[in-house]
């Protein structure tokens, strides 16, 4: 009868071993993890300057996020950002004050860390290519809100950028 190995130790008679309990390591058994958001809930701030929206994309996102706070201008985005510290800004290009543009400016001049998705009526490339060169990893448009907003959140949690179709064509 040839030797059975269980973990790292050798059986040689199964009738006489007692039961051996190896602990697995780490590693073995998990599957990798795409970013540091796969054990927490992914923090997210709203920006919008419409009431409107801000509810339904809370209704959306509050069962797989946490929201941590929306505001309706860009103001009072970047101070709450600032505060806030989300891994996720959803944000519309137009509001009143600062656009969204210029407040993922101003926030990546700042050194944050938080990912950007806007949200926009826009359909026209200038308005995405403006978006991305500020950062973003998520174009949204608004009309597409239920279909395309947790995907473009859940790639750009994990580094990847998404745009809505209608924009992407």
Not at 24 to 34: A, F, I, V
Not at 44 to 66: F, G, K
Request: charged share 30%; net charge positive; with cysteine.
């Amino acid at each position: 009868m040839r030797p059975l190995r269980l973990g790292s130790v050798r059986v040689q008679d199964w009738r006489r071993a007692r039961v051996i309990y190896m602990a697995r390591p780490p590693e073995c058994g998990k599957r990798p993890t795409e970013s540091r958001y796969a054990l927490k809930r992914p923090r997210i701030l709203l920006a919008d300057d419409h009431a409107p929206i801000i509810q339904r994309v809370r209704a959306l996102l509050q069962a797989d996020y946490d929201i941590v706070g929306d505001v309706d201008n860009g103001a009072d985005l970047v101070s709450e950002a600032e505060r806030l510290n989300p891994d996720v800004i959803v944000l519309d290009i137009s509001m009143p004050g600062r656009t969204g543009i210029e407040a993922a400016h101003e926030l990546r001049k700042s050194g944050s860390e938080a990912r950007f998705v806007f949200l926009s009526i826009h359909e026209r490339v200038e308005f995405v290519r403006a978006c991305v060169a500020e950062g973003a990893l998520g174009y949204v448009v608004k009309s597409r809100i239920a279909i395309d907003l947790i995907p473009a959140i859940a790639d750009a949690l994990a580094g990847r950028r998404f745009i809505s179709p209608p924009v992407a064509r």
